[in-house]
């Protein structure tokens, strides 16, 4: 890229594809495997490596590593949304809703669409022109979203949709995997392509790297920053309308809390909550390792109870390990 006339080009290097912490992270993911296959062992073979198993696992996961890749643009600018888990709500009871009062499927999806798009960029203008500290800014369209999703609900499930929209795209296949699985794999792959080959992906991490010195390199701060949180927003939304498919049914309380699982995903996978370090394939990742432990405890009868510490315990083994790492 050019240099900005008149400023010193300060923008960091293309980033890589992966790199250390990635190949880290999938090591960590092929040892859980390979010790939850030995210890799952039975007369049939692995229950963890049967291949109905492992489909279900991609396929719970799926849609944490979606919005994962989104939440990545945001965390890459040192910023954080919270209000991903009530986007997604937001826009499943919309779509669901839009469907049942006799809209088709392709209404249905843009209108949903729209609205996760909405609340990104409302984050987007709250940090960015009311100067909003991201965590506030986000906290509070949390609360809003769900409560809009109350209010479109009335705080019931809405079911009864089109038999097309839960076959082909809840319980469909595109070559030989769940659809959602499919779209995890390709949104990672437009994730990698965008940080990696455009001039936006190289904004992300400069603003992230150093937001002033990103200023002096011509840089569109503002901008970098709105679209991040348009994009989490967007992420959200084709995770909504992939899960209220395959579940068939939506409702205002899908995914609560879930916003800590796709932030978790993010910095498990490699990215810095300070901004500048993270790839979306270390995301995807950092969404298997969820996947797989959170299985392997239900296939191990762990307790309930235990399964969420044993996630904590990871999230902030990971956290620790990156703060280890920037000092």
Same mark, same amino acid.
């Given at each position: 890229?050019?240099?900005? $006339?008149? $400023?010193?080009?300060?923008?960091? *290097?293309?980033?890589? +594809? /992966?790199?250390?912490?990635?190949?880290?992270?999938?090591?960590? =993911?092929? *040892?859980?495997?390979?010790a939850?296959?030995? &210890?799952?062992?039975?007369?049939?073979?692995s229950?963890?490596?049967?291949?109905?198993?492992? %489909?279900?696992?991609?396929?719970?996961?799926?849609?944490?590593?979606?919005?994962?890749?989104?939440?990545?643009?945001?965390?890459l600018? &040192?910023?954080?949304?919270?209000?991903?888990?009530?986007?997604?709500?937001?826009?499943g !009871? !919309?779509?669901?809703?839009?469907?049942?009062?006799?809209?088709g499927?392709?209404?249905?999806? !843009?209108?949903?669409?729209?609205?996760? *798009?909405?609340?990104?960029?409302?984050?987007?203008?709250?940090?960015v022109?009311?100067? #909003?500290?991201?965590?506030?800014?986000?906290?509070?369209?949390?609360?809003?979203?769900?409560? #809009?999703?109350?209010?479109?609900?009335? /705080?019931?499930?809405?079911?009864?949709?089109?038999?097309?929209?839960?076959k082909?795209?809840g319980? /469909?296949?595109?070559?030989?995997?769940?659809?959602?699985v499919a779209? %995890?794999?390709?949104?990672?792959? !437009?994730?990698?392509?965008v =940080?990696?080959?455009?001039?936006?992906?190289?904004?992300?991490?400069?603003?992230?790297?150093?937001?002033?010195? &990103?200023?002096?390199?011509?840089?569109?701060?503002?901008?970098?920053?709105?679209?991040?949180?348009?994009?989490?927003?967007?992420?959200?939304?084709?995770?909504?309308?992939?899960?209220?498919?395959?579940?068939?049914?939506?409702?205002?309380?899908? %995914?609560?809390?879930?916003?800590?699982? +796709?932030?978790?995903?993010?910095?498990?996978?490699?990215?810095?909550?300070?901004?500048?370090?993270?790839?979306?394939?270390?995301?995807?990742?950092?969404?298997a390792?969820?996947?797989? =432990?959170?299985?392997?405890?239900?296939? =191990?009868?762990?307790?309930?109870?235990?399964?969420?510490?044993?996630? /904590?315990?990871?999230?902030?083994?990971? +956290? &620790?390990?990156?703060?280890?790492?920037?000092?």
């Open positions: 890229m050019e240099p900005v $006339k008149g $400023k010193q080009n300060t923008l960091p *290097a293309r980033p890589r +594809v /992966g790199g250390f912490r990635e190949a880290g992270v999938l090591a960590v =993911l092929l *040892a859980m495997s390979i939850l296959a030995f &210890a799952t062992q039975g007369p049939q073979g229950t963890f490596l049967s291949g109905g198993n492992l %489909m279900d696992v991609a396929r719970q996961f799926s849609f944490v590593a979606i919005m994962a890749v989104g939440e990545l643009a945001v965390i600018t &040192a910023g954080i949304d919270l209000s991903v888990a009530a986007n997604l709500a937001l826009t !009871v !919309v779509v669901a809703k839009v469907m049942t009062l006799g809209a499927v392709g209404p249905a999806v !843009v209108a949903g669409l729209l609205v996760a *798009a909405s609340v990104g960029a409302a984050n987007g203008l709250l940090v022109r009311v100067k #909003l500290p991201p965590f506030i800014a986000t906290l509070g369209t949390m609360t809003i979203g769900r409560g #809009l999703a109350y209010a479109v609900s009335r /705080g019931h499930p809405i079911s009864g949709l089109p038999e097309g929209f839960n082909v795209i319980h /469909g296949f595109v070559a030989g995997l769940p659809v959602s779209v %995890m794999l390709a949104t990672t792959l !437009v994730g990698w392509y =940080l990696a080959w455009t001039r936006w992906g190289r904004y992300l991490y400069a603003v992230g790297g150093n937001e002033e010195a &990103a200023r002096f390199a011509g840089v569109p701060v503002g901008t970098t920053k709105l679209l991040a949180y348009v994009g989490a927003g967007l992420t959200a939304g084709i995770s909504a309308m992939l899960m209220t498919a395959w579940l068939g049914t939506a409702q205002s309380t899908a %995914m609560t809390a879930g916003e800590l699982d +796709v932030i978790a995903a993010a910095v498990i996978g490699g990215a810095s909550l300070m901004g500048g370090h993270g790839t979306a394939l270390g995301a995807l990742l950092g969404a390792i969820m996947g797989v =432990l959170r299985n392997g405890l239900v296939l =191990l009868d762990c307790p309930a109870y235990y399964r969420d510490v044993s996630v /904590g315990l990871v999230i902030l083994l990971a +956290v &620790a390990l990156d703060r280890t790492r920037k000092g």
